[in-house]
């Protein structure tokens, strides 16, 4: 079956909300009918027909052809079963609280992606920027379930107050990676920099290469893990560079201890 | 009793008679094969029959590391209860003794059940708050810390409630020497058959019993029809030619194992001959009348 095309027929002129084009909201719907949603965020009108050229086709799959920095909220709450391809950028908030599913931007996205993601595999093959499945403000838990995949370099605090799930940064990472992480695991294959770790309840980092940790993260040996080498099998597809990390010998850190302290970071012996 | 003949063995028409239970199973790895058995066996152990032990267990197969969750070497166990809650309380009891204290070792599920039983969720308080968990693939893994390393443990494992025990063949001989070589080669032969067991010592069971006894408050006794000692004294079921009967009893995940397993044993049963091995196979049964699933030894033979 040919997915559902979105065609980038122009540049928007303002901020999008594509939260109301998930594939559960456009079943049923005829091309007419899609064309009249509206998406603008300000006063002036936008319809989805305004921004996008439509090919009709199957709307478990939805392809948008061209992106842009101002499409905003994209597959948020995405269920299941349905899948959302980008070719193109993407703006903040991609994937946000998405209960499963599928999302792949072949393109850099903004702020906040796979904020409180629940269960969706989220690939970003370009850049992503700051708080990358983080809460928002006010929020007491960042994603929380799922796995996000990003093959290029994240901003600052990526991770922070993730609950569950994993987080894969192929790129270099910004300041404070997995800051106040409660659990889950996240790896950076790259550079890292600022306090990685930060306030890290339970969680799991994953660093490619070593790094001066803070004080409060204490030497618990080199070891050969179990779970690691499950973790590398489970992780083959996704990333190669993190399942060949997980299968060398692990020199863990325990912390944070500056709080509960169960959390761990692992760098290669 | 009529019987039908394969290469000069005498098959009783009779069959098995079994019944439903509770099965559940693992897969325990370890660094080594060596270890990975050591802790099959000893959780397996003193689990013959559900009578006295309260489960019946035995090793499914052994699993290359190409063919484990972790890429080590492995053994697939399965355990049989009559009740769902007496298959997860000896699991839990038995992982718990046998196998988080087994060096090198980590549990994984060996099936996904229509039921399931908590495991690594009920070992986990082991961890006194250090244990830490992970979510792959929709599944949930305990890692443990203990002295050797880290305990891994799935969190839960699968249990079904359409598993089959009490399949079994009566081996038939001479003497001790060419009725064992028989059944060796038969319990051998059920070995290769996925999902199945036979949980008796070295897969055989040389007292078979019958329902009831002479003396009060026993409910099973010795199979006086099938011991050759008494063969003038009671109404035996044994030919003049008989000097020996072992049985193997199978209990598999399914009914379609049971079979399979009972197919494979009297295959190979009969391959060895009468003049090496055993001179009549047959089964036992409680006339059909206790047991949902009957196996006609006519149906399977070779």
């Known amino acids: 079956m040919k997915p559902f095309i979105f065609t980038l027929r122009q540049e928007p002129n303002q901020r999008l909300d594509l939260s109301v084009l998930t594939p559960d909201k456009l079943l049923g719907r005829t091309l007419k009918e899609i064309e009249a949603i509206e998406i603008g965020t300000t006063r002036l009108p936008v319809t989805v027909g305004d921004i996008f050229k439509l090919r009709a086709g199957d709307v478990h799959a939805l392809h948008y052809e061209g992106g842009s920095e101002r499409f905003d909220r994209l597959g948020a709450k995405l269920l299941p079963g349905y899948e959302i391809h980008v070719e193109g950028d993407v703006g903040a908030e991609l994937g946000r609280s998405a209960l499963g599913g599928s999302i792949t931007v072949v393109g850099d996205v903004g702020v906040y992606a796979a904020s409180q993601n629940a269960g969706a595999r989220i690939e970003i093959v370009g850049h992503a920027d700051d708080f990358l499945a983080a809460p928002l403000a006010g929020e007491l838990t960042g994603m929380s379930g799922g796995k996000v995949i990003v093959r290029g370099s994240v901003g600052v605090r990526c991770g922070d107050r993730l609950r569950r799930g994993i987080i894969i940064v192929e790129g270099d990472a910004g300041e404070d990676l997995g800051s106040r992480l409660i659990a889950g695991t996240i790896f950076a294959l790259h550079a890292v920099e600022g306090r990685v770790g930060y306030l890290n309840k339970r969680g799991t980092i994953v660093l490619a290469q070593p790094y001066e940790l803070g004080p409060t993260y204490v030497d618990c040996g080199a070891h050969h893990l179990n779970f690691a080498r499950l973790f590398a099998k489970s992780l083959g597809e996704d990333s190669r560079k993190a399942a060949t990390v997980l299968k060398q010998k692990l020199q863990r850190w325990g912390g944070d201890t500056a709080v509960y302290g169960k959390g761990e970071i692992l760098t290669p012996a | ?302």
């Open chain 2, 1 to 302: 009793m009529p019987q039908l003949i394969r290469k000069g063995v005498r098959i009783d028409e009779s069959f098995a008679e079994a019944f439903p239970m509770s099965g559940t199973g693992l897969i325990i790895t370890a660094p080594t094969r060596k270890w990975a058995l050591i802790a099959a066996h000893t959780m397996t152990g003193f689990a013959t029959s559900v009578i006295g032990c309260g489960c019946e267990a035995g090793v499914d197969l052994e699993l290359s590391p190409r063919d484990t969750p972790d890429g080590r070497p492995g053994v697939r166990i399965l355990l049989f209860a009559m009740s769902s809650k007496d298959a997860e309380k000896q699991l839990v009891n038995r992982l718990g003794q046998c196998v988080l204290t087994c060096p090198g070792t980590a549990v994984f599920s060996a099936f996904d059940g229509e039921f399931s039983i908590k495991v690594g969720d009920a070992l986990r308080q082991f961890g006194d708050k250090w244990q830490i968990s992970k979510a792959l693939d929709g599944k949930r893994y305990w890692r443990i810390p203990v002295m050797d390393g880290e305990f891994l443990c799935e969190a839960k494992v699968g249990l079904t409630k359409k598993s089959v025990g009490g399949g079994n063949l009566l081996v038939m001989g001479e003497d001790w020497a060419s009725t064992m070589r028989a059944t060796e080669a038969g319990v051998e032969a059920i070995k290769g058959v996925r999902d199945a067991i036979a949980p008796f010592p070295g897969g055989i069971v040389r007292s078979g019993s019958k329902v009831g006894s002479q003396y009060k408050g026993m409910g099973a006794s010795t199979n006086d029809a099938y011991c050759p000692t008494l063969r003038g004294v009671t109404a035996s079921a044994l030919d003049a030619d008989i000097g020996c009967v072992l049985e193997i009893v199978i209990d598999g995940l399914t009914s379609e194992a049971v079979a399979n397993a009972m197919r494979a044993g009297i295959k190979a049963i009969v391959a060895l001959g009468p003049k090496h091995g055993a001179k009549r196979i047959g089964a036992g049964n409680y006339g059909g009348k206790l047991g949902p699933f009957h196996y006609h030894l006519k149906d399977l033979l070779p």
